[in-house]
């Protein structure tokens, strides 16, 4: 089955500094999403972005499709973007919808 | 338009017990996923349902585990005779049409004791 792979595992910055998050994945996709899982464990969604750029405040996320690799970039980080940040694909064959999860980018953000 | 309900949020039971977990999706959606998150892990996929049809149950372990979405009411997920194993959190995601985006409860922590 498709592999996605996210990097790095473990991020730790000061806040106010920038990042980028990478997710790799093996295989065309019809569908990636972004989503931060916050210390609570809730899980919000960020981007829907099978294709293109998009922004959203300090957030903004490119994916790749020909290349196969999606960013996630985060400006001016606060200490609320503390959490795992979630790289998901859903691969086109056999009609399933599931999503396939990279194990996830842990964010420490440091006052 | 309230977002995808969960509950309970905390569930604990004893070894041997059933859990029942429910997840309303959100209006307007007819697709529900179940995912499961072991601790320090990524979600795992384990069943997708549409109303009263369980169209994909691939990542739903053999035994003891079973999904249902009927015509009305709540998606439930049930463990029967839940072991230590079975604590994780399980997320349920609904969206409005195949492939159109998911979008996630806040997760039923379950811890067998």
């Known amino acids: 089955g498709i592999q996605v792979e996210q990097s790095p595992p473990d991020l730790i910055l000061q806040e106010g500094a920038n990042s980028t998050l990478r997710c790799n994945f093996s295989d065309s996709v019809n569908n990636l999403q972004w989503f931060h899982q916050n210390p609570w464990g809730q899980l919000i969604n960020l981007f829907y972005i099978p294709s293109g750029t998009k922004q959203n405040g300090r957030l903004s996320a490119t994916t790749v499709a020909t290349e196969r690799y999606s960013l996630l970039y985060i400006s001016s980080s606060q200490t609320t973007d503390s959490g795992v940040y979630f790289c998901?694909?859903?691969?086109?064959?056999?009609?399933?919808?599931?999503?396939?999860f990279g194990k996830g980018t842990k964010l420490t953000v440091n006052p | 338009n309230a977002g995808v309900m969960q509950n309970p949020r905390h569930l604990v039971r004893r070894r041997g017990q059933e859990a029942r977990l429910r997840c309303s999706p959100m209006k307007g959606h007819s697709h529900v996923y179940w995912y499961r998150q072991l601790p320090e892990e990524g979600l795992k996929f384990m069943v997708y349902?549409?109303?009263?049809?369980?169209?994909?149950e691939s990542g739903m372990p053999k035994e003891r585990f079973s999904a249902e979405f009927p015509k009305e009411g709540p998606s439930i997920l049930r463990i029967q005779q839940v072991v230590r194993g079975d604590s994780a959190a399980y997320f349920c995601?609904?969206?409005?049409?195949?492939?159109?985006?998911?979008?996630f409860g806040q997760g039923t922590r379950l811890t067998v004791v």
């Open positions: 998901a694909v859903r691969p086109p064959q056999g009609g399933s919808e599931k999503l396939v």
């Open positions: 349902l549409q109303k009263e049809n369980i169209i994909d």
């Open positions: 995601a609904s969206s409005p049409l195949a492939g159109g985006g998911a979008f």
